[in-house]
């Protein structure tokens, strides 16, 4: 690899982690497939420092605004936005469905949350995805480990808190490896 | 470690500081 290192500028705030935009949208007619779906993939940008991410933030569409079916990633750089990238490999995610209308909010939430390191789940957060779709968004963070359920609840219980949606809002749990062997995808 | 830890108000002061643009 031979592009710069990202580090934080004089007088910026560093962030514990760097992290990735990426954003991608399906082709209408085209396969599903893992190798379609990386080519897809696109990194709009790298930041390390709270003035680096609203740099790059502030200039990309809120999710709520995009049409079709589009999907913006955040990921710790290092750490692509694919099921079978080694740290998500044996790891799985929270997705929350979201009503039309929500996902800029919620997005933003989580995004605050994640980079700003209220999870306190040491190393587990991978990554988080918003998807775009036509009757509803859906909202979906990634750890590490999916067996580790003490790690799993506390994530949970930190989402609900951060996007403070309605009581009754369902969130479902899923492992990568579920997702693979059942070929689905949002 | 000391982790690095931002809560939201402050992300959103942050958010109009000249260094950000």
Known sequence: ?????????????????????????????????????????KNIGT???????????SHIARPGDLSGHSDYHLFKEGVRPMWEDDANKNGGKWIVRLKKGLASRCWENLVFAMIGEQF????????????????????????????????????????????????????EYKKHSESLSDNSSF | GTRIVYERHFLMQCRNSPLAK
Not at chain 1, 21 to 39: A, E, L
Not at chain 1, 151 to 167: E, F, G, V, W
């Open chain 1, 1 to 41: 690899e031979s592009r710069p290192v990202v580090k934080p500028g004089k007088g910026e705030h560093p962030l514990q982690f760097n992290y990735c935009f990426w954003f991608s949208r399906r082709t209408p007619g085209k396969q599903t497939s893992s190798s379609s779906y990386d080519q897809n993939l």
């Open chain 1, 47 to 57: 930041f390390a420092s709270v003035e680096q991410f609203f740099a790059n933030y």
């Open chain 1, 120 to 171: 306190m789940v040491g190393e587990e957060i991978c990554g988080a995805v918003i998807s775009i779709r036509y009757q509803e968004d859906i909202l979906s963070l990634w750890n590490r480990t999916a067996h580790d359920q003490q790690t799993t609840s506390r994530i949970r219980d930190t989402l609900k808190r951060i996007l403070n949606l309605p009581p009754n809002t369902i969130m």
